[in-house]
């Protein structure tokens, strides 16, 4: 599958690559992370250490006294007050700890999907033709839920966890030393154990990460393509795919679940062991007059925390390691280097003209060597203002000739030259800026026809959209709309029909107005009637600019200043219609073909049938 393909291309990322990811975003809201971490530290050092001191001399004053003593009362009611003032000053730590901690995940979340989207919407053409996009989708959203797991982990577990085990440790040591070996000695245990078994499912949790995304990717291919389904009674088909892929994601999941439980089931043995001894030594010492009511009450106390959090460490870990999983997909994303890339001294490209140049330019598909090269010393100059009409049979390059000049591949030898600058040494964002192209089939964004058109030029004004609107006929069916201009289009423009989606994109690139434009077949799904209007639309649009448009009709080409017909070894011949016509070549059969009947085919149709 295509994203097996380019996964080889990714790099190794660590844990220590995911924390460094995450400080990026988190250390502008560094503040209210300490926030959050002092909160914790004051409320569970006032619940869960220094409380239970006041429990022991609660339960040794009650144990030792006469009840019917009003001292004794007293000293009970103080204790008791004190414990209720340690509860408040805990309950305000929690509070601190609780409302820093939303605004911290909402400013640094906010980050995280931003940084995410910038690196993952500048790579390349080719990335993104590797990659499923409801996959891509996915990661970026395990990416930013990841962060909130393994902070609230750390504020909410590792943390406590951390002073229980110190501040607990310590005072038991002053009351039995024996005591707090055994309890230590039993958290190393328990620790280790925990840390080696979700050591052990972190392979299975990053197998089920990708086997997640692999899963959400199909279902996703097959719904974005549902007309195709539908069309080619292909449900069962696309069952069969979800099948291999479901089974393979519940396999995973299925050890992933059978290691948890394992791990569950050693936990269990430790919390019997640890109790059983505790209350042994518990008694031994208590019948020998060592250990009072209070400090067995104290020892308990901690025991019973420390075990709850210990016992929740185990899952801690795990969902450390699970969310590491998770954001491990995205970081590699981040981290693998942007196969199109500015040079650090790029500059902003300037078209005063329009002038292009491609100069002994080779490329070749991908980076294997004994791949088929596409281009080889190809030489095409253009002039400015010129118009000129790329045809030719299907592989022959016309496509990766524009691709190339908006510079979605880099080339392997040779220059383009736009007014004399090449291509590779000013900013992509200028590049493509200067350039505007009207695909043959424009996919449009799920949002109203006044975003889409004003896509073009963002500051543009309704009076300007719809001026443009007017111009490539847009405005003829926009009318009809109840909503009109704020109508929305649906997925890639799914609710429009091609022509209707062809003049939407014309009208974008009328706003636009860069100074060279691409019409890739550009009136190929409008009917005589609808491509009759727009000619007058399009004909405005390329005056004073330098157009290249890429033919699949002859019909729509004649007036085009210069025609370049390219075949498998580059340029076949070059010149106006009238030129070629007279040269008696390819282009002249093709036209005595369209002539003679088959004007209805493709330049490709004809020439793979030459």
């Known amino acids: ?181 055994v309890v230590l000695i039993w958290i190393v245990v328990f620790v280790m154990l925990s840390y080696s078994l979700a050591r052990v499912k972190l392979k299975y949790d990053i197998l089920a990460a990708r086997a997640d995304s692999k899963l959400t990717g199909t279902i996703a291919d097959s719904i974005s393509n549902h007309n195709s389904i539908q069309q080619f009674t292909g449900t069962a088909e696309e069952m ?23 791990i569950d089931s050693v936990q269990a043995v430790l919390a019997l062991a640890i109790e059983f001894f505790i209350f042994y030594f518990g008694i031994k010492y208590w019948q020998a007059g060592a250990l009072s009511l209070g400090t067995f009450v104290l020892i308990q106390a901690y025991v019973i925390s420390i075990g709850g959090s210990l016992w929740n460490f ?93 510079r979605l591949h880099d080339i392997k030898d040779g220059e383009i030259l736009i007014d004399g600058q090449n291509i590779a040494d000013v900013t992509q964002e200028s590049l493509r800026e200067n350039i505007s192209l009207v695909p043959q089939d424009p996919a449009l964004f799920h949002r109203s026809l006044m975003e889409n058109i004003r896509y073009g030029k963002r500051d543009a004004t309704d009076d300007e959209v719809i001026e443009v609107s007017k111009l490539a006929h847009c405005d003829i069916f926009i009318r009809d709309f109840p909503q009109k201009y704020e109508t929305f289009v ?22 636009k107005n860069a100074p060279i434009l691409i019409l890739d077949e550009a009136t190929s799904s409008l009917d005589s009637h609808s491509e009759s209007l727009i000619q007058d639309a399009l004909n405005t649009l390329m005056k004073g600019k330098t157009t290249l448009v890429i033919a699949h009709r ?17 340029v076949l011949e070059e010149g106006s219609h009238d030129e070629l016509i007279r040269a008696h070549g390819t282009y002249a ?15 490709e149709d004809m020439l793979e049938e030459e």
Do not use: C
């Open 1 to 181: 599958m295509k994203e097996k393909e380019h996964e080889s291309t990714y790099p190794k990322v660590t844990t220590w690559d995911v924390v460094k990811e995450y400080w990026k975003s988190a250390k502008f809201h560094w503040l209210l992370g300490a926030s959050v971490l002092v909160g914790v530290v004051v409320s569970n050092l006032a619940q869960n250490i220094i409380a239970p001191l006041y429990y022991k001399e609660f339960f040794d004053a009650l144990a030792g006294s006469d009840p019917s003593l009003v001292l004794t009362g007293t000293v009970l009611v103080s204790i008791l007050f004190s414990i209720l003032g340690l509860n408040i000053i805990s309950w305000v730590g929690y509070r601190l700890s609780g409302f820093s901690q939303n605004f911290f995940f909402v400013r640094v979340g906010h980050r995280l999907v931003e940084h995410a989207f910038t690196r993952l919407v500048d790579h390349s053409h080719s990335f993104f033709s590797n990659n499923f996009s409801g996959s891509l989708v996915q990661k970026v959203n395990r990416y930013n839920r990841s962060f909130g797991r393994l902070f609230d982990r750390l504020s909410g577990d590792i943390v406590p966890l951390f002073i229980k085990i110190t501040a607990a440790t310590i005072v038991l040591y002053y009351v039995k030393p024996v005591i707090a070996g």
């Open 240 to 262: 069969r795919l979800l099948d291999i892929s479901s089974r393979h994601y519940y396999r995973t999941m299925l050890k992933r679940w059978n290691i948890g439980s394992t």
């Open 314 to 406: 185990s899952r801690v870990v795990r969902d450390l390691y699970e969310a590491t999983a998770d954001a491990k997909e995205m970081v590699e994303i981040i981290k693998l280097p942007h196969d199109i890339r500015d040079f650090p001294r790029a500059i902003k490209l300037k078209v005063p003209h329009g002038k292009i140049e491609f100069k002994n330019v080779s490329f070749t598909f991908g980076k294997n060597e004994q791949n088929k090269p596409v281009f080889t010393n190809l030489s095409i100059s253009i002039k400015a203002g010129e118009k000129v009409a790329l045809i030719g049979s299907s592989g022959a390059g016309k496509s990766t000739f524009v691709k190339l000049l908006l």
């Open 490 to 511: 649906g997925e890639r423009g799914i609710k429009l029909s091609g022509g209707e989606r062809q003049r939407v994109a014309i009208a974008r690139a009328l706003l």
């Open 554 to 570: 002859l019909s729509t080409i004649r007036k085009m200043d210069r025609i370049i017909v390219l075949g498998k070894d580059g």
């Open 589 to 603: 059969r093709l036209w005595n073909l369209q002539a003679g009947g088959f004007a209805d085919k493709s330049i």
